[in-house]
């Protein structure tokens, strides 16, 4: 045996023994920054005194396993300080937040009363939380640049660093890309519409690394995994971006707090989306997939139901233990912002037949910890018990008087906070909880860009804030950001309709530009200018563009006076669906996705947050291409949305028969996919069009309304026989369908298919058909005269007699 090897033997058999090795050799020291307590050395190393001891404790001790440091912090623990770790509350109590962030928002000791200047001021400071209500965790939906933002981070470090253990902060936030803090946000429609896997992991790597680098350890996201959000209602196209979504974030360094579990949805909550088929699986293939991927923290559906569809989820034994014991989540579970009630006292019967609405604080904390939660948010935490006097607050007195009387069961506090104390040792938080500003603004910001780290308050406050602008903010953030935010918003941009390939725009003609804001207008025209001639009037233009984001009387009046004037009309939807009436009164189509716009807080003004403009002219010309997809299925009206099962994708507009039907393939997929061309949608899942790319449609199969009856004949030798056939035939005045198949050997593509009753247009009805793919086409005809009729759609001929 070699003589190193005997060496380490030697050193394991001295450890196994307790005795201390000089590891000044073997092992690397940590990253430790200290700026209010001491550091220490042992055997060579260095060593933050968070206690003040003068002696390493365990939990001082980065080389020790994270369970024993757990234990050895708890053990030194009041009760009052180990339920603060239960308590996650915005920053300074504020929800949407001050900027610039003032004296009575960070250091104030004493409760205040909020000036003019300060309009969100809850009346405690960031240090009055800290040390008063011993808080280590807070929702930080913060303004400002990354310099600006590091300073406010690392000033809440300071505090507490400060405190007697000094435990230090741990900061979540709504926003997943905020190291332009109100300035820009993830754009979270334009992931699921753009359906591009690599260009989502770059944005995402950023977005993760410049979180961090501002002093972020949590992002609230994802929630594109809930069905009918940001990623449509596939099951398999939902898992496959949460899961991309959350293991990007979390190597990347920014831990990942999925949400709402088991589902809030975009189009409906998970108890009300609930259909006969009660699929829950569908559910459960996103949630599944975002805990494959690693996410540390799950964010609960407060006042949502859950399995059991009676109670909070926060209350729901059995829906929680489904996330704790079938899924296996064994990370932090915290509370949306309103687990003892929205606007009044929480209500329901569980299971267990305990009626919440007769419940003390008291009880239902502990009810939430023994179900599995936590960490329990809200905006603002109050002393004392008296929970129904500010529902949506956090009363930490609760559980700590739950605790001395017996009420509370001390190891469920235990259980939570060990959570907690796991997440803030794996992140290195206890060595270094400090973020370094001349590396943030390196990662977030070009090499022209003059801010610089700020050393003190009074440096903060008069800092310059001169980015104001789309242009000014362009102007200041590395390139990189930049050139990946314009891919996806070009990605994430849906050409539906393009008749003769209006789209793009020759340059050099006249355009007349409308949106729905004379600014918004203005800024559009500006860039459009670069590629064509813009005119004050519409009758001077070759092609109208008009932006909108409504279609209200604003936009019905752009449409009928271009249709007058017989303007060819483009007309760009900001994120709001296409309809028929858009549809039918567009030549060109498109549907804009994209809007960065702060997550939660508060938005700074003057910023345009969708498709930035000179993007926009960009894709009216060619210089960019549109390549979204539809992510969800467009119902053709508000009646055909209502009765879709929302926990089935594929099924807008399907019969009941038909439903059953794409139910039933779901069922035998194995990653829950339905077809996307079975039901009757305005526009079907995954559709959008390329410029250049025309569709190709080919009709079959006419079918006519068909009854039966009985035909009796006589045969040339007198014999009388009866037979069933055939007949196709309708009542006056009475709706009969006609149907057809119509395949598109194309690119994606929609027409307008139309039913003659000989030379007069009987009906007509929109169908988009993904290229490659078919529709089942069902018109509804009324035909008030008697007689035979030739029916013909998409050049088939038939003929029916009219009773």
């Known amino acids: 045996m070699k003589r190193v090897s005997w060496f380490l033997i030697a050193v394991l058999a001295l450890s196994f023994a307790g005795v201390q090795v000089n590891a000044e050799s073997t092992v690397a020291q940590a990253d430790i920054e200290a700026r209010v307590k001491p550091i220490i050395e042992a055997d060579g190393l260095r060593f933050k005194d968070l206690n003040g001891n003068g002696e390493l404790d365990a939990y001082e001790d980065w080389r020790a396993d994270i369970e024993e440091r757990i234990a050895d912090l708890l053990s030194q623990m009041t009760l009052e300080e180990e339920v603060g770790l239960l308590f996650c509350n915005n920053t300074s109590g504020q929800f949407s937040g001050t900027y610039p962030v003032t004296y009575n928002y960070l250091y104030n000791p004493e409760p205040y009363e909020p000036g003019l200047d300060e309009p969100n001021g809850s009346g405690y400071s960031a240090q009055y939380y800290i040390n008063e209500f011993l808080v280590s965790c807070f929702l930080d939906n913060a303004n400002g640049t990354p310099e600006e933002q590091v300073f406010v981070h690392n000033e809440i470090q300071k ?4 405190t007697r253990l000094g435990i230090p902060m741990t900061f979540t936030s709504d926003r997943e890309y905020n190291s332009w803090g109100g300035f820009v946000d993830k754009p979270h429609a334009a992931f699921g519409a753009a359906n591009d896997p690599e260009l989502a992991v770059k944005l995402l790597e950023r977005y993760a690394q410049s979180m961090k680098s501002v002093g972020v350890h949590v992002t609230f996201e994802p929630y594109g995994n809930e069905i009918g959000s940001f990623n449509g209602e596939d099951p398999e196209y939902i898992a496959q971006m949460s899961y991309l979504e959350v293991k990007t974030l979390e190597e990347n360094g ?18 009300n989306a609930r259909s006969v088929a009660q699929n829950l699986d569908n559910w459960l293939e996103g949630w599944k997939a975002a805990i494959d991927a690693g996410a540390e923290w799950v964010m609960t559906n407060s006042g949502g139901t859950g399995i059991n569809n009676t109670v909070s989820i926060d ?3 059995e ?11 064994d990370g932090v579970v915290v509370t949306d912002w309103w687990a003892l009630g929205m606007g009044a006292h929480v209500t329901g019967v569980t299971a267990e037949g305990v009626d919440l609405a007769q419940q003390n604080g008291r009880q239902l904390y502990k009810l939430m910890l023994e179900a599995g939660v936590d960490v329990f948010g809200t905006t603002i935490s109050l002393r004392g018990e008296d929970i129904d006097s500010a529902i949506m607050a956090n009363y930490p007195d609760c559980i700590i008087n739950g605790v001395k009387e017996g009420e509370i069961d001390k190891a469920l506090v235990d259980r ?3 959570r907690v104390l796991r997440f803030k040792f794996n992140k290195g938080l206890f060595e270094n909880p400090y973020v370094d ?14 801010g610089t780290p700020i050393n003190s308050f009074e440096e903060y406050t008069n800092a310059p804030r001169g980015i104001t602008t789309n242009e000014d903010l362009k102007a200041a953030r590395n390139p990189i950001d930049v050139e990946l935010g314009e891919a996806m918003q070009a990605s994430s941009a849906v050409l539906v309709k393009n008749d003769g390939g209006l789209l793009p725009l020759d340059k050099g003609i006249s355009v007349y530009v409308e949106a729905s804001s004379k600014s918004l207008a203005e800024h559009y025209a500006q860039y459009i200018a670069g590629y064509a001639t813009v005119v004050d009037a519409m009758e001077d233009a070759d092609v109208v563009v008009g932006d909108f984001s409504a279609i209200n009387d604003v936009a019905e009046l752009f449409i009928d006076d271009a249709a007058d004037l017989g303007k060819p009309i483009v007309l760009t939807l900001n994120g709001v669906k296409p309809d028929a009436y858009a549809i039918e009164s567009a030549d060109a189509l498109l549907y804009l996705t994209f809007n960065q716009q702060a997550d939660h807080g508060s938005q700074l003004p003057g910023f345009i947050t969708t498709t930035e403009p000179w993007v926009y002219a960009d894709l009216l010309f060619g210089e960019k291409e549109p390549t979204g997809m539809i992510v969800k299925e467009i119902a053709r009206d508000s009646f055909n949305d209502a009765s879709q099962w929302k926990d089935l994708a594929g099924d807008q507009g399907a019969s009941a028969y038909v439903r059953l039907i794409v139910q039933a393939l779901m069922e035998d997929d194995p990653n829950h996919a339905s077809p996307n061309n079975y039901g009757d949608p305005l526009i079907t899942y995954k559709y959008g069009m390329r410029y250049g790319a025309e569709p190709e449609f080919e009709y079959s199969c006419l079918i006519l309304p068909v009854s039966q009856a009985e035909v009796t004949e006589t045969n040339s030798w007198g014999s009388e026989s009866t037979s069933v056939r055939n007949v196709v035939t309708a009542k006056a005045g009475e709706t009969f369908p006609v149907y057809a198949l119509l395949r598109n050997n194309g690119g994606d593509g929609l027409t307008n298919v139309q039913v003659f009753d000989g030379d007069t247009l009987a009906a007509e009805k929109i169908v988009a058909v993904n290229g490659g793919s078919w529709r089942v086409v069902e018109i509804d005809v009324t035909i008030s005269e008697p007689g035979e009729r030739a029916i013909s759609l998409g050049g088939q001929t038939g003929t029916i007699t009219i009773e």
């Open 159 to 162: 505090m507490s660093e400060a």
């Open 254 to 271: 920014l831990a990942s707090c999925v949400k709402h579990w088991i589902g809030r949805g975009g189009d409906s909550s998970f108890g």
């Open 315 to 317: 209350y729901d034994i």
């Open 319 to 329: 829906t929680m233990a489904y996330l704790r014991e079938t899924l296996g989540f």
């Open 416 to 418: 939570a906070a060990t």
């Open 437 to 450: 500003a001349e590396a943030a603004i390196a990662l977030g910001a070009n090499d022209s860009y003059t």
